[in-house]
Nanobody
Framework: QVQLVESGGGSVQAGGSLRLSCAAS????????MGWFRQAPGKEREGVAVIWTGGAISYYSDSVKGRFTISQDSAKATVYLQMNSLKPEDTAMYYC?????????????????????WGQGTQVTVSS
């Protein structure tokens, strides 16, 4: 089993920045693809970014590309999501997810959301 705990959410004005963290524990060696997803009220869950930790290869949704950066600290078993130039439409609950995939499957996971492990989420609110 793998446990994921997100932190770093909060309220910020448009144009501001936040950094989310996802700390993994348990059988972390069994996962090599980490991702961030978000879900706003009344909307479907959306993939934001994923990183294949085997080679630090990252993929992003078009809506956040150029503004968000996903990174990893393998020693801490932690994945980060640096969010810059935040917009009101970025308001959502953000979830961390993990799975074991090869790189191209990790990329596909950004759209499918078929991850085996999920955190409880952290709220991000961006005001205009």
């Amino acid at each position: 089993q793998v446990q994921l705990v997100e932190s770093g959410g909060g309220s910020v004005q448009a144009g501001g920045s936040l950094r989310l963290s996802c700390a993994a524990s348990g059988y972390t060696y069994s996962t090599n693809c980490m991702g961030w997803f978000r879900q706003a009220p009344g909307k479907e869950r959306e993939g934001v970014a994923v990183i294949w930790t085997g080679g630090a290869i990252s993929y992003y949704s078009d809506s956040v590309k150029g503004r968000f950066t996903i990174s990893q600290d393998s020693a801490k078993a932690t994945v980060y999501l640096q969010m810059n130039s935040l917009k009101p439409e970025d308001t959502a609950m953000y979830y961390c997810a993990a799975h074991h995939w090869v790189a191209y499957e990790c990329h596909s996971g950004l759209r499918s959301g078929g991850f085996g492990y999920w955190g409880q989420g952290t709220q991000v609110t961006v005001s205009s």
